[in-house]
């Protein structure tokens, strides 16, 4: 049975002459406690798409659903605690003047959850924080530190589903190997669907089963990872992604 | 080797801070011929603050101290501002990370470029107009002309990135220091702007040192790789034996890094040891 999926999604912004298509018809399934990547260059809409199944753009048409949800343009509370995202910048995305235990304790208290105390220390313990954290600020902690706080707000809600937008690409190589084990343990554990949006084809083949790659608003290509790994694309603009993600050839650069 | 272009030893950058003095740099030194030689780190290990040291663009209260620190025989630490500029810019260069900040957005691109053109060589208009275009044309601007009379904002990161190449080379500077030239920028076009630089490096014989996190481009886009740590290089190795690299941060970076045609359930996580940031500075003179 398929958690998300997604049928014909058009967005756009703007209007008559200034009518920019930000996604063009995409279509994808993702099954249950899989993880499902979508890749591409800058403006290609693979964040638009994160935003209109979270509800954060309004000009959309086509057929969203996720688990039991029919998604309109008004949706249930219990949509929003099931389905989360995670921000790619993680010194934008928490309040400087909240601190974690703050930033943690009104996430749960929105979702109407009683327990605020324990569910706080719960939460730090499962991504890898200890309880000395719990009072400091975002100044106070690293990058790799603040984007554990921003999975914990995530997790907060007991979501199924849980949309990862560029988690790891505003940190370092050694600590974007943490955040990623994290979230493969955090998946196993409480058996999370994600749906993760990245410029990098070595994360997502890490990451992910199967993998979109958009071009210019569309989806040219369902890629799984078997084919990643063996290097099989059908599609010339992911064979040049591929080319260009082991580094510099001069000869490629040539004929690009 | 061929000659040598720049010769550092022992630099050290330093600022005061209420706990006392933070070295960002301690005691780096190396040697830049005319070859491609790229700085490797992750963020805090003063890679960016060494290129900065070589031009002196450390603003106090921080302090740019080294045993030696000398462009082609010339003592860079003993001249006054006022030389300083004639090298800012004319025999080394420094191209930054992001375009966006690195333009002057109220400025028109062909100004631009004419006056960097003509401060440092005392051309005429027409003479820098010229040579403007020409370069903008080197680094494959479809339109030159037009992108002359544009604003930065009218142009994409890739384009912006191009311009601020051709403004940097325009006056044939010897190095290029480029610090993080293509992070900001999608994976196609990186390819494109590398190969730009590449050729550029290549053609005038310039001596280039290429600042990136990203262990697998310099890999295979530089000659010879300095790995720094905590202010100091752990580890000197030449590009192409990157992946044999001995000490065991370059080997925890690399282990850290998701490969598409090796996987593996989970990703190694980097074990830091303090000893590395008490070893002493390898050195990477040649």
Not at chain 2, 89 to 116: A, R, W
Request: glycine share 8%.
């Amino acid at each position: 049975m398929s958690r998300v999926s997604v049928e014909n999604l058009n967005v756009w912004f703007g209007d008559g002459a200034d009518r920019v298509d930000a996604v063009k018809n995409a279509t994808f399934e993702v099954p249950s406690g899989a993880s499902f990547g979508l890749v591409g260059e800058s403006g290609s809409g693979k964040s638009t798409i994160l935003r209109a199944i979270m509800g954060l753009v309004t000009t959309w048409s086509g057929r969203m659903t996720v688990g039991a949800f029919e998604l309109g343009k008004k949706r249930p509370k219990d949509f929003y605690k099931d389905v989360q995202m995670v921000f790619q910048d993680p010194y934008a995305s928490l309040h400087p003047r909240h601190s974690v235990d703050q930033v943690l304790g009104e996430t749960l208290s929105l979702h109407g959850f009683r327990d605020i105390d324990q569910r706080i220390m719960k939460l730090l313990d499962d991504v890898g924080l200890g309880p000395s954290f719990r009072f400091r600020y975002p100044h106070q902690l690293s990058g790799g530190q603040r984007q554990r706080v921003a999975i914990a707000r995530a997790l907060a809600p007991e979501p199924s589903v849980i949309l990862l937008d560029e988690p790891t690409s505003a940190l370092d190589v050694s600590v974007q190997a943490e955040v990623l084990n994290l979230l493969a343990d955090l998946r196993e554990e409480h058996k999370l669907t994600y749906i993760m949006v990245s410029h990098n084809l070595a994360v997502v083949a890490h990451m992910c089963d199967t993998t979109a790659v958009m071009q210019n608003g569309e989806i040219v290509e369902l890629m799984s990872v078997a084919d990643m790994r063996a290097m099989r694309p059908s599609h010339p603009y992911t064979k040049h992604l591929l080319d260009s993600s082991f580094g510099y050839k001069p000869d490629a650069a040539q004929s690009a | 080797m061929s000659e040598t272009l720049l010769d550092v030893e022992n630099l050290r950058v330093t600022f005061p801070t209420r706990q006392g003095e933070f070295q960002a740099v301690r005691g780096v030194s190396f040697t830049l011929g005319r070859e491609r030689l790229g700085i490797v780190g992750e963020s805090g290990s003063g890679k960016s603050m060494t290129g900065r040291a070589i031009l002196r663009l450390i603003r106090p209260p921080g302090r740019v101290e080294a045993d030696r620190m000398e462009f082609r025989g010339e003592d860079l630490l003993a001249k006054s501002e006022r030389d300083m500029q004639k090298i800012r810019g004319q025999k080394i260069s420094m191209v930054m990370q992001d375009p966006k900040f690195s333009l002057n957005p109220v400025m028109k691109i062909g100004e631009q470029i004419m006056e960097i053109y003509r401060f440092h060589t005392g051309a005429g208009r027409s003479a820098a107009r010229r040579k403007a275009v020409e370069m903008l044309e080197a680094v494959q601007i479809r339109d030159p002309e037009r992108v002359m009379r544009a604003y930065p904002h009218e142009m994409s990161g890739g384009m912006g990135q191009r311009i601020m190449i051709a403004m940097m080379l325009v006056t044939e500077p010897e190095i290029l220091i480029a610090d993080e030239p293509t992070s900001a920028l999608d994976v196609s076009v990186q390819t494109q702007v590398l190969s730009i630089i590449d050729r550029l490096v290549r053609e005038r014989g310039m001596g280039l040192i290429f600042i990136s996190h990203d262990l697998n481009l310099v890999a295979s886009f530089c000659d010879r790789v300095l790995i720094m740590y905590a202010g100091r290089i752990v580890e000197v190795c030449d590009a192409g034996k990157l992946h044999e690299a001995t000490h065991p941060y370059t080997r925890g970076l690399l282990g850290s890094l998701p490969r598409i045609d090796a996987p593996q359930p989970r990703l190694e996580v980097l074990k830091r040891d303090p000893a590395w940031a008490q070893a002493p500075s390898v050195s990477g003179r040649t």
